[in-house]
């Protein structure tokens, strides 16, 4: 069983940087892919930026440059820094986890809104 918790979503200003954070509780932490995922309203979810056990990281092209993703293994958690943030970044933000063998993302947290003003 995995479970996931986000924290560190909230209002900034265009410009300004967010850091999410996502607590993971699960067995083995190295066996997981971690994503970061969004969802705006109207929109479809999107992997923003995912992390191997390895740390090898993928970014969608809209936030490359921008967004970084890393992870700790010693306290299970991922992390999604965020700068020079945009408008069009504002949505609900998700923290997921798939096993290193599966292709899709299985285990998904309750989301946290970050609101981007212009």
């Known amino acids: 069983q995995v479970e996931l918790a986000e924290s560190g979503g909230g209002l900034v200003q265009a410009g300004g940087s967010l850091r999410l954070s996502c607590a993971v509780s699960?067995?083995?932490?190295?066996?997981?892919?971690m994503g970061w995922f969004r969802q705006a309203p109207g929109k479809q979810r999107e992997l923003v930026a995912q992390?191997?056990?390895?740390?090898?990281?993928g970014y969608e092209d809209s936030v490359k440059g921008r967004f970084t993703i890393s992870r700790d293994h010693a306290n299970s958690r991922v992390y999604l820094q965020m700068n020079s943030l945009k408008p069009e970044d504002t949505a609900v933000y998700y923290c997921a986890a798939r096993e290193v063998t599966r292709p899709d993302y299985d285990y998904w947290g309750q989301g946290t809104q970050v609101t981007v003003s212009s």
């Open positions: 699960v067995r083995t932490f190295s066996s997981y892919v």
């Open positions: 992390i191997t056990s390895g740390s090898s990281t």
